[in-house]
């Protein structure tokens, strides 16, 4: 599997509404940013990171792919992938000018397409490569429905329909007003509306400080949060551990963390409670891979982040031990030969080989933009 080309790609795919907002993001449409590599052999394998569909910033991460990684990929054997993460990662001048952020997002696609290229060679789903299922149900939890900017009305809509008439058990409801007890008062109604046994996480986007996030916690303690995600600054370990000590809510973070550094910094804290890795922001399988057995060490259960909207993440959590649940939004699915599909609230295992991120034609034809 000799690498022959690596070209680049950038797609803006709606959203499944007009627009949506958390604390700290409003966005329209959603980036999948990534490229393709082709191997001598004829083999395409597909990877890309998640961006929130900001052209001039995509093109930063385009522009490293083919301009600082392609040149060291071109002749390589795609197998090797140990190997050549190494190489990318730790490239001297590349390393010089960043070990996270635009760098590694590249990384990330560049690796993904390198996993989907040795799962398609092997005529095998990713999960299969990896070393087989560990399970046969993978339970879905819905963040679709939970956004910042829905009314109450929506967001009471939504979540009972996910959960009478979609069959989902778990959803994830944002938070994060510039007054807390708004979403104190969402959460109870929601809460009111649903009834006891739906497990509702939060997700605050990292807007509030220490002393909110205790405040809201107490206030909210009698609700029976499942997790609170992103309750602080992404880098507050310290803030973290304290909010941990201070209340019984469970906390959950990752999809800020490039590295596997990084979440051990966070675990030996004792900051968090379910860790959730994304291959979009590490260095794609490689490196969740090294984060879920960290996990795994610590007995700390693995919920990813869909920054990739759980194409490949699906594969990763049949296979893994210390994954549990995963998060379900439906934005980008439809533009892939194997769609992450998700039926009475649970991940259909995929069959097709390769990692699921093979992007239909069409879409590359609709929703393609410009390298520049």
Not at 31 to 59: M, N, Q
Request: charged share 25%.
């Amino acid at each position: 599997m000799k690498i022959k080309s690596v070209q680049p790609f950038i797609l803006h795919l709606p959203l499944t509404s007009d627009s949506i907002s958390d604390s700290t993001h409003s966005i329209t449409h959603w980036g999948v940013v990534g490229t393709v590599i082709e191997t001598t052999d004829g083999l395409k394998g597909y990877g890309f990171t998640g961006t929130h569909a900001h052209i001039a910033s995509d093109r930063l991460i385009t522009s490293c792919i083919r301009d600082c990684y392609a040149p060291l990929l071109i002749g390589e054997d795609a197998n090797e992938h140990q190997r050549l993460w190494t190489k990318l990662a730790r490239y001297p001048s590349l390393q010089w000018v960043g070990r996270g952020g635009i760098t590694h997002l590249a990384l990330a696609a560049v690796d993904v397409a390198l996993w989907d290229l040795k799962a398609k060679k092997a005529d095998v789903p990713l999960w299969s490569l990896l070393g087989g299922a560990r399970t046969d149900r993978l339970e879905a939890y819905n963040t679709d429905i939970g956004w910042l900017s829905f009314s109450l009305e929506d967001l009471l809509a939504g979540s009972a329909r996910a959960v009478e008439e979609e069959g989902f058990t778990r959803i994830k409801l944002k938070v994060g007003h510039d007054d807390p007890n708004i979403d104190v008062r969402r959460l109870e109604a929601v809460r009111k509306r649903l009834g006891p046994d739906v497990r509702i996480a939060i997700d605050g986007n990292g807007k509030w400080d220490l002393p909110t996030c205790q405040r809201f916690c107490e206030r909210a303690r009698d609700l029976d949060i499942y997790w609170f995600e992103e309750p602080l600054w992404y880098d507050d370990i310290a803030g973290h551990a304290a909010l941990a000590r201070s209340s019984t809510i469970p906390i959950a973070l990752g999809e800020q963390l490039y590295t596997v550094d990084a979440f051990r910094a966070f675990i030996s804290a004792g900051a968090v409670s379910y860790v959730q890795p994304d291959v979009t922001r590490l260095g794609g399988v490689t490196e969740y891979i090294q984060v879920a057995d960290l996990a795994l060490a610590h007995r700390l259960p693995v919920v990813p982040h869909a920054g990739e909207m759980s194409q490949v993440h699906v594969h990763l959590s049949y296979w893994h031990p210390a994954s549990t649940i995963l998060e379900y939004i439906p934005w980008i699915k439809d533009h892939f030969e194997e769609p992450s599909n998700v039926d009475g609230g649970i991940y259909r295992r995929p069959q097709q080989p390769g990692a699921s991120t093979t992007v239909l034609k069409a879409s590359f034809e609709r929703y393609g933009k410009s390298l520049g």
